[in-house]
């Protein structure tokens, strides 16, 4: 079930209202069979998938906390090589067996190992993540285990962030599910309108620009350097607001309910480097890697050259959890390679930022925002083929149409949604008391409800796109 489908509007309307008449001790019950449905709304079969997951990482938190020394890393492992292998085997097989019979046909041997095209289930790297931060979080002593199953399970499936996040560490939201929740009118109002501007993300912004970017990018070829060069930063534009829209209606689903999901985005397009835009970009997943990755292979606490070393197994690791495939890997790579240079010339960088005086921080964005989409090349390519003749078509900056053919008001929507977009964020960044559907004055509150609904109808994509995130 996709978040911008009416099947979800009656499915939270009915989960919502439920929730709040089920008792209290009931209600992991209802949350976990409402969660259950959600999921099993894409391919029904792949839930014993996360059945199986579940259930090893359920009594290996519980041996984990019983046992002592070897026996503790022991179950660990075993839990960690489910999850992993889980993910490997429906994520990365056929990625890896394409690569092996490219090898072998170097030397004119033909793989034997047959291809499976496996479809990959939904949110499978968000919730294996979920799942392997508790039994870790359990060995390393900081979360006692979770003795209610059904609890636990939940902990796993929770439904607004099952499929794309954010990917909760247990210390946040176990303990939430055996609190009291009651209807509280301001939380409730509250989650409503994260819920809705999430919506605004998705439909008037996301679904709106991946128009012009499939069409540039499904026939790239054809395209002239301008018309490519705006295709990438809308894709840029689209995919932030299509994956931050998600979690913005997951974390305002939850609060509705009186669950606190962590904050998975703060305005990334207003970063002054690479380093930034990975502390607001994703941040529940940069954090898992800090801290499960980067951090056990040393950090930056073990001289220059393992810091740079660190960076790029940390970035062509998480380039490889975006996608199976090169291009996603290289994605990864140029990000781990802008940092290397960042941690590198951050003594020369300092002197030129005194340079630059009052407009250091606007020519930092720029700049950091055109090496982000520049590098987005590759995440949004299908090959490597056709992200090398991009870059080559964006260099050379040919001139050539820019409509592609639509009535001149088409684009003016485009241009609407990202003034809509970077209207609210630099508000929210520079001015946060500047409110509009927050605003405590109510004519000024309601006007806000009407221009957000009158955006929605007449710029809204009601087409039911998937969420690009899904997909990993």
């Known amino acids: ?6 099947a979800f509007v009656y499915f939270f309307i009915i989960v919502t209202t439920l929730f ?57 492992i075993c839990s960690l090589i489910a999850n992993i292998g889980v993910l490997a085997f429906f994520k990365y097989y056929d990625f890896l067996n394409s690569n092996l019979t490219a090898i072998l046909g170097l030397i004119d041997y033909k793989n034997p190992i047959p291809y499976l095209n ?22 390393k002593g900081n979360q006692q285990p979770e003795k209610h199953f059904g609890v636990y399970a939940l902990y796993v499936m929770f439904y607004p962030q099952l499929v794309a996040g954010p990917i909760e560490r247990p210390q946040n939201i176990l303990h939430q599910f055996h609190e009291e929740k009651f209807f509280e009118y ?61 979690s913005d209606i997951a974390i305002g689903a939850a609060k509705v309910m009186g669950y606190n999901l962590m904050i998975n985005f703060k ?10 835009v990975w502390q607001r970009w994703h941040i529940s997943l940069t954090t898992w890697f800090r801290d499960y990755l980067y951090f056990p292979m040393g950090g930056s606490r073990k001289g220059g050259g393992r810091t740079i070393l660190n960076l790029f197994v940390v970035f ?19 990000n781990g390679l802008v940092l290397a240079v960042e941690f590198i010339l951050s003594p020369v960088l300092r002197i030129i930022n005194k340079g630059l005086g009052f407009t250091k921080n606007l020519v930092r964005t720029v700049v950091t925002v055109s090496l982000f989409v520049l590098m987005g090349i590759f995440f949004r390519s299908q090959s490597i083929e056709q992200a090398k003749y991009i870059f080559s078509s964006i260099i050379h900056f040919k001139t050539g149409r820019l409509f592609l053919g639509e009535p001149p008001i088409t684009f003016a929507y485009y241009i609407l ?17 500047i ?38």
């Open 20 to 76: 709040f008449y089920t008792p209290q001790k009931l209600r992991w019950a209802l949350l976990l069979a409402a969660s259950c449905v959600f999921y099993m709304y894409f391919i029904p079969v792949y839930i014993f998938i996360l059945a199986f997951t579940i259930i090893i990482d359920y009594w290996a938190g519980i041996f984990i906390a019983g046992s002592s020394g070897r026996k503790r890393k022991l179950w660990l």
């Open 186 to 246: 301001d939380r409730v109002a509250e989650g409503l309108k994260i819920m809705l501007w999430g919506f605004v993300k998705k439909l008037v912004v996301a679904d709106r620009l991946a128009l012009y970017v499939n069409a540039v990018y499904g026939n790239a070829e054809h395209h002239s350097g301008i018309t490519l060069t705006v295709a990438t930063f809308f894709f840029i534009v689209q995919i932030y607001c299509d994956f931050s829209g998600y």
């Open 118 to 139: 496996i479809i990959l289930p939904i949110g499978l790297s968000f919730h294996t993540f979920q799942a392997m931060s508790y039994t870790i979080e359990v060995y």
């Open 316 to 334: 062509a690791i998480s380039g490889l959890w975006h996608g199976a495939g090169w291009t996603f890997i290289i994605w990864g790579l140029l």
């Open 1 to 6: 079930m996709i978040f911008n489908s009416l």
């Open 435 to 472: 409110k509009l559907i927050r605003n405590n004055n109510i004519v000024i509150r309601y006007s806000g409800y009407l221009l957000v609904i009158v955006l929605l109808i007449v710029t809204g994509v009601f087409s039911g796109a998937d969420f690009i995130y899904f997909q990993f």
């Open 417 to 433: 949604a990202l003034l809509v977009l970077f209207g609210t964020e630099y508000f929210e960044e520079y001015h946060p008391k």
């Open 267 to 276: 305005r990334p397009f207003f970063a002054r480097n690479i380093q930034e």
